[in-house]
């Protein structure tokens, strides 16, 4: 046991792509889809042993205080996940829309989108970094258009060739790091390991450091979703099978805004380089607002749900930018509330697509008659993600919105206007969702609604009480990012 314990790092990086090889040849849905649970249970239990053991750094692989909370939050939401995956794709084959070989390379994808997703946030080589995250790229890519209809292939391609470029702006903006680095720590795999990089990063040219944050703030920046680098998102939630929509919010966007994270205490630490906080509050409030406004718009469940993300990480990556312990503490929190709240959503939204046979929000109506508990946990879910009280998300966001005003009020407008409009937005759809007489089939969906209740019980207990370790943690972190 002490062995395992100390080697968990590596059982967090090596038993997702095991387990792909093994999910790659096993026949018969229901044999893979409790491995693919069983796997990414244990790579969640192997990530929660992180709090006891860290094990030492090195030139590929870093542990600190600041990842663990990323791969705790990454692993158990990909095990919930898939819980609520189990059930679902069950359905998406019984119903024919999915084939026994899609659901081979479904469950395959899905542990290597795990692995890549942790690799990212345990890599200690910003190139390393880079790869881990243009595999997850890749995989989201492939699971996206894997209905094969004409509208799923052309998400997917929309998303491959706008992730293409983004990663290729971080590509750059990798490149010029390991530039601006060579003078000082000499050539060599030492220009790419974060912790030497840290160290020395003070006597880099700040000139080159930043024309590398503008191109890896703009690369992983498509990544997080942040507007007007977006456009990509909004298609793949609505196209993609709902398992991976929760994935891609819950997920892969906060695995790129590490990485901005990451490149943000490297411009810190340099004392001529430029502040990283304007740029991350320009794309933050961008984000937020134009996200809120465009909700009003939206027709499809999944793709207004699309842009309630890009609203979240416009307000997380602004926190992130305004910088200082209580913002850093309110964006870790909200942070980790939208990725339990928005993946809640989608476990609801895609059982209610399957129950209604359409995404369309005018053809959906009534589900607290038609389907008690996905429409009532639609509610919660939607009450939560707008900021309602006693919620997590309603005191991250009073955070947010306090620290902005006691720092630079003049930044609190759009901010406060943004939140609203996006209420409004949200409120408004609900109505009609939840409420009045209902439309369509009343058939109920067989399904688990386990990961539901878990993730908006998790998420109503924040606003009410916060473990005072999670707090400590919380606050070291934030005090780690400055």
Same mark, same amino acid.
């Given at each position: 046991?002490?062995?395992?314990?100390?080697?968990?790092?590596?059982?967090?990086?090596?038993?997702?792509?095991?387990?792909?090889?093994?999910?790659?040849?096993?026949?018969?849905?229901?044999?893979?889809?409790?491995?693919?649970?069983?796997?990414?249970?244990?790579?969640?239990?192997?990530?929660?042993?992180?709090?006891?053991?860290?094990?030492?750094?090195?030139?590929?692989?870093?542990?600190?205080?600041?990842?663990?909370?990323?791969?705790?939050?990454?692993?158990?939401?990909?095990?919930?996940?898939?819980?609520?995956?189990?059930?679902?794709?069950?359905?998406?084959?019984?119903?024919?829309?999915?084939?026994?070989?899609?659901?081979?390379?479904?469950?395959?994808?899905?542990?290597?989108?795990?692995?890549?997703?942790?690799?990212?946030?345990?890599?200690?080589?910003?190139?390393?970094?880079?790869?881990?995250?243009?595999?997850?790229?890749?995989?989201?890519?492939?699971?996206?258009?894997?209905?094969?209809?004409?509208?799923?292939? #052309?998400?997917?391609?929309?998303?491959?060739?706008?992730?293409?470029?983004?990663?290729?702006?971080?590509?750059?903006?990798?490149?010029?790091?390991?530039?601006?680095?060579?003078?000082?720590?000499? #050539?060599?795999?030492?220009?790419?390991?974060?912790?030497?990089?840290?160290?020395?990063?003070?006597?880099?040219?700040?000139?080159?450091?930043?024309?590398?944050?503008?191109?890896?703030?703009?690369?992983?920046?498509?990544?997080?979703?942040?507007?007007?680098?977006?456009?990509?998102?909004?298609?793949?939630?609505?196209?993609?099978?709902?398992?991976?929509?929760?994935?891609?919010?819950?997920?892969?966007?906060?695995?790129?805004?590490?990485?901005?994270?990451?490149?943000?205490?490297?411009?810190?630490?340099?004392?001529?380089?430029?502040?990283?906080?304007?740029?991350?509050?320009?794309?933050?409030?961008?984000?937020?607002?134009?996200?809120?406004?465009?909700?009003?718009?939206?027709?499809?469940?999944?793709?207004?749900?699309?842009?309630?993300?890009?609203?979240?990480?416009?307000?997380?990556?602004?926190?992130?930018?305004?910088?200082?312990?209580?913002?850093?503490?309110?964006?870790?929190?909200?942070?980790?509330?939208?990725?339990?709240?928005?993946?809640?959503?989608?476990?609801?939204?895609?059982?209610?697509?399957?129950?209604?046979?359409?995404?369309?929000?005018?053809?959906?109506?009534?589900?607290?008659?038609?389907?008690?508990?996905?429409?009532?946990?639609?509610?919660?879910?939607?009450?939560?993600?707008?900021?309602?009280?006693?919620?997590?998300?309603?005191?991250? #966001?009073?955070?947010?919105?306090?620290?902005?005003?006691?720092?630079?009020?003049?930044?609190?407008?759009?901010?406060?206007?943004?939140?609203?409009?996006?209420?409004?937005?949200?409120?408004?759809?609900?109505?009609?969702?939840?409420?009045?007489?209902?439309?369509?089939?009343?058939?109920?969906?067989?399904?688990?609604?386990?990961?539901?209740?878990?993730?908006?019980?998790?998420?109503?207990?924040?606003?009410?009480?916060?473990?005072?370790?999670?707090?400590?943690?919380?606050?070291?972190?934030?005090?780690?990012?400055?």
């Amino acid at each position: 046991m002490t062995a395992l314990i100390e080697n968990n790092v590596y059982l967090i990086l090596f038993l997702p792509p095991a387990t792909a090889v093994v999910l790659m040849m096993l026949p018969g849905y229901l044999l893979s889809a409790r491995l693919n649970m069983a796997s990414s249970f244990l790579t969640f239990l192997a990530a929660v042993s992180l709090f006891v053991a860290k094990p030492a750094s090195g030139n590929y692989l870093l542990v600190d205080d600041l990842n663990i909370v990323f791969v705790v939050l990454n692993t158990f939401v990909a095990f919930t996940t898939s819980v609520f995956s189990a059930s679902y794709i069950a359905h998406e084959l019984e119903t024919g829309h999915l084939s026994e070989l899609h659901l081979r390379f479904y469950h395959t994808l899905y542990q290597v989108l795990l692995g890549a997703m942790n690799l990212a946030l345990v890599a200690n080589n910003i190139g390393l970094m880079w790869v881990a995250i243009e595999v997850a790229t890749l995989t989201t890519v492939l699971m996206v258009g894997i209905y094969r209809t004409d509208r799923a292939l #052309e998400a997917a391609w929309k998303y491959f060739i706008l992730g293409s470029v983004g990663i290729a702006l971080a590509l750059f903006g990798t490149i010029l790091i390991y530039m601006a680095a060579r003078p000082v720590v000499g #050539e060599g795999l030492n220009g790419m390991v974060w912790t030497v990089l840290i160290v020395h990063v003070a006597k880099f040219d700040p000139a080159l450091l930043d024309l590398a944050f503008v191109f890896l703030l703009l690369g992983y920046g498509t990544k997080v979703g942040l507007a007007p680098l977006h456009a990509w998102l909004p298609d793949a939630h609505a196209e993609g099978p709902t398992p991976i929509s929760a994935v891609l919010s819950g997920l892969l966007l906060n695995v790129a805004l590490y990485a901005v994270l990451r490149f943000k205490l490297l411009m810190a630490a340099n004392p001529l380089a430029m502040a990283p906080g304007p740029l991350m509050e320009t794309l933050g409030l961008l984000s937020l607002v134009f996200a809120a406004f465009m909700l009003y718009r939206r027709q499809d469940i999944k793709r207004m749900f699309a842009y309630s993300s890009i609203e979240h990480m416009g307000i997380i990556t602004f926190a992130f930018g305004m910088g200082g312990p209580l913002a850093n503490f309110a964006g870790l929190l909200h942070m980790t509330m939208h990725s339990l709240t928005k993946s809640a959503i989608f476990f609801a939204v895609g059982q209610i697509a399957q129950a209604k046979g359409t995404q369309k929000i005018d053809d959906i109506r009534g589900l607290t008659l038609s389907h008690p508990v996905l429409g009532w946990g639609l509610v919660l879910g939607v009450v939560a993600i707008a900021g309602m009280p006693p919620t997590g998300v309603f005191m991250s #966001e009073f955070l947010v919105a306090g620290s902005t005003i006691a720092r630079a009020p003049l930044l609190a407008v759009p901010l406060v206007i943004g939140l609203l409009v996006a209420f409004g937005a949200l409120m408004w759809r609900l109505h009609g969702l939840a409420f009045g007489e209902p439309t369509g089939s009343t058939t109920p969906v067989a399904a688990s609604s386990l990961p539901l209740v878990t993730h908006l019980g998790l998420v109503l207990l924040a606003g009410i009480w916060l473990p005072p370790p999670l707090v400590a943690w919380f606050q070291h972190v934030a005090a780690m990012l400055h």
